[in-house]
């Protein structure tokens, strides 16, 4: 018999050249995305501010701790080893975790914390990804100093969607007690009240010129007279919104929470505690010495902060010497402390740099309010334990109930071996009582009920969630804070939500995406994404004080149908508590 000849059609030879250039880059795609491997030793570091020297907890003896830097579809393996007195995790703040939210970090959320003595290796991808993210303990108040920069670079063969910065530098803010931490964190919930303010602010882990005992190690940011540096800014304070500012060099912002955005040019940003913004300054000033600045932005009325300055040097390679010697930089001009005009024009200008594919229906719609509360002093208590405002220990609350997380095992183990008794899933999408929540509120809604409540979610359900402010003892800015995800914020504004009114100002062809919303001090912010990572995902306050107090509550996100819509088995190394 003849050998068949088969013979192939013009459209069959496109068809599979096609496939052929598809496995190809695929190839391509995957030989490119790299694996970095990182140990980060937990250990006291000593570590001298503002004249005095403290054991400060640290990673690696750094502080800040190392920069990770990776390109987009690049995997991270971290060994996290913990020599220090007390339990730790680390989260890798706005990292999507798709199906890993075993690595995600929240103590008692996703995990149990890693003991002393103890070890525990996080595994996870950058996945569509590139800006600017950081990582940060996760427990109590260990993030007062661990804490450093995610730099994710774009694929290895594509570029940013603006020319390429001659230097790119990660800036990070912060903030300093003069002493520890977790003592500060223990006193104030013994006592019931506000914990003392932070003595000083801080970039790249200096306080700056402004304060004792300072000035020779305040950063030194270079640049050379004719490039365009990227600037890195992360709002790593635990505590405090913060305004960043340089003399004499506006910023164009290209991105924010590792998402591009419409450039815009501004003279001042503000970030909440978490937030990332991503600025391109221009050295075409006189060549010398430029004061970098970050001081508060504080929209809690009567609320005692930290009314200082950190500073930190733009020095022009090109400065003659008299002009690097000299004791006074040039000075920015700083907004007032309470300038929400400022903060509110910052806010609206940011938009995706392109048109988003954004749900235009929405199968789930929740409406949480965000707040402080005060609780009555128990009766057993003497008044040393209730020293809030007339006698009462502060709380926060989301729709009224303070977030209380268990000590035994993390909210995920227990979703997945089915322990009873751990949570509940009634976490409610509507206050149980409606009110005018920036308004005068009646005392009777002061005190909220506390819980472990979390809000189930089909896999791919559409939500929408309103964040609304409430005046109870004060209203405030409150950066929330998303695990797991990114969301779009449709719009902001103040006084109470009218979904007759606010809803056609929601901005649905561009958007910015963001993983921390600043809700607006007494207003509202609405946040819309689509429930495609199963796990457990806590939504909190990034102010670590409101988060200690309750202010949280946890999405518990259902596995799809299919084997990339499912969560990974846990790690061997998963902690126990």
């Given amino acids: 018999m003849a050998d068949a000849i088969l013979v192939a059609s013009p459209g069959r030879c496109c068809l599979l050249l096609l496939l052929l250039?598809?496995?190809?880059?695929?190839?391509?795609?995957?030989?490119?995305?790299?694996?970095?491997?990182?140990?980060?030793?937990?250990?006291?570091?000593?570590?001298?501010r503002l004249c005095k020297t403290h054991n400060a907890i640290t990673v690696n003896g750094m502080f800040p701790g190392p920069t990770l830097e990776v390109n987009n579809g690049d995997t991270l393996v971290v060994n996290v080893v913990n020599q220090i007195k007390y339990n730790i995790t680390i989260h890798w703040h706005g990292v999507r975790q798709m199906r890993t939210a075993w690595a995600d970090g929240p103590e008692f959320v996703t995990q149990c914390p890693v003991k002393p003595g103890s070890s525990y290796t996080y595994k996870f991808t950058i996945?569509?990804?590139?800006?600017?993210?950081?990582?940060?303990?996760?427990?109590?108040?260990?993030?007062?100093?661990?804490?450093?920069?995610?730099?994710?670079?774009?694929?290895?063969?594509?570029?940013?969607?603006?020319p390429k910065p001659r230097r790119e530098t990660p800036i990070l803010l912060g903030e300093w007690w003069d002493a520890n931490p977790i003592d500060v964190l223990r006193e104030s919930i013994r006592t019931g009240g506000a914990p003392n303010i932070s003595d000083a602010y801080t970039i790249n882990g200096q306080p700056g010129d402004l304060y004792n005992c300072s000035s020779k190690e305040t950063a030194i940011i270079p640049i050379d007279a004719g490039e365009t540096n990227l600037l890195r800014v992360i709002n790593a304070a635990l505590n405090q919104p913060l305004f960043f500012t340089i003399a004499n060099h506006p910023f164009t912002v290209v991105g924010a929470d590792a998402s591009y955005v419409k450039p815009f040019t501004t003279t001042v940003i503000m970030l909440g505690p978490g937030q990332t913004t991503d600025v391109l300054i221009a050295g075409n000033q006189i060549p010398s010495r430029y004061y970098i600045a970050a001081t508060a932005y504080q929209s809690a009325q009567n609320a005692a902060f930290d009314n200082s300055?950190?500073?930190?040097?733009?020095?022009?390679?090109?400065?003659?010497?008299?002009?690097?010697?000299?004791?006074?930089?040039?000075?920015?001009?700083?907004?007032?402390?309470?300038?929400?005009?400022?903060?509110t024009a910052f806010s609206a200008s940011f938009r995706s740099l392109k048109e988003v594919n954004i749900p235009k229906e929405i199968d789930e719609d929740l409406f949480v309010t965000v707040g402080l509360g005060l609780n009555d002093c128990p009766p057993e208590f003497g008044s040393d334990r209730c020293q809030g405002p007339n006698g009462t220990r502060f709380t926060s609350s989301m729709n009224n109930v303070s977030f209380v997380l268990p000590q035994t095992t993390s909210l995920l183990q227990a979703y997945q071996t089915d322990t009873p008794g751990v949570f509940t899933t009634d976490f409610p999408d509507r206050p149980p009582v409606r009110f005018d929540y920036t308004g005068n509120v009646d005392r009777s809604l002061w005190q909220p009920i506390q819980g472990?409540?979390?809000?189930?979610?089909?896999?791919?359900?559409?939500?929408?969630?309103?964040?609304?402010?409430?005046?109870?003892?004060?209203?405030?800015?409150?950066?929330?804070?998303?695990?797991?995800y990114d969301f779009y914020i449709l719009a902001e504004g103040f006084g109470n939500f009218d979904p007759d009114v606010d809803t056609g100002k929601f901005n649905l062809v561009d958007p910015p995406l963001r993983n921390t919303a600043a809700v607006p001090a007494g207003g509202w912010a609405v946040i819309r994404f689509v429930a495609d990572n199963p796990g457990m995902w806590i939504m909190h306050c990034h102010l670590d004080v409101h988060i200690s107090w309750g202010l949280a509550m946890a999405f518990l996100v259902e596995d799809g149908n299919e084997v990339m819509q499912t969560l990974e088995a846990p790690p061997l190394d998963l902690p126990v508590c």
């Fill in 127 to 162: 996945e569509g990804q590139e800006g600017t993210l950081w990582w940060h303990a996760h427990s109590t108040w260990l993030r007062a100093t661990v804490y450093g920069a995610i730099l994710i670079y774009p694929k290895e063969g594509s570029s940013y969607p603006f």
């Fill in 309 to 343: 300055t950190a500073t930190a040097i733009l020095e022009y390679k090109a400065a003659p010497c008299p002009a690097k010697k000299q004791s006074n930089p040039i000075m920015p001009i700083l907004p007032a402390f309470n300038d929400t005009a400022a903060v």
């Fill in 452 to 484: 472990t409540k979390v809000y189930r979610l089909e896999y791919g359900s559409r939500v929408q969630v309103v964040l609304q402010d409430t005046s109870i003892v004060t209203a405030e800015n409150h950066p929330i804070h998303l695990h797991g």
């Fill in 21 to 48: 250039l598809i496995v190809a880059a695929s190839s391509i795609s995957l030989a490119s995305a790299k694996t970095h491997y990182h140990d980060f030793v937990i250990q006291p570091t000593r570590v001298k």
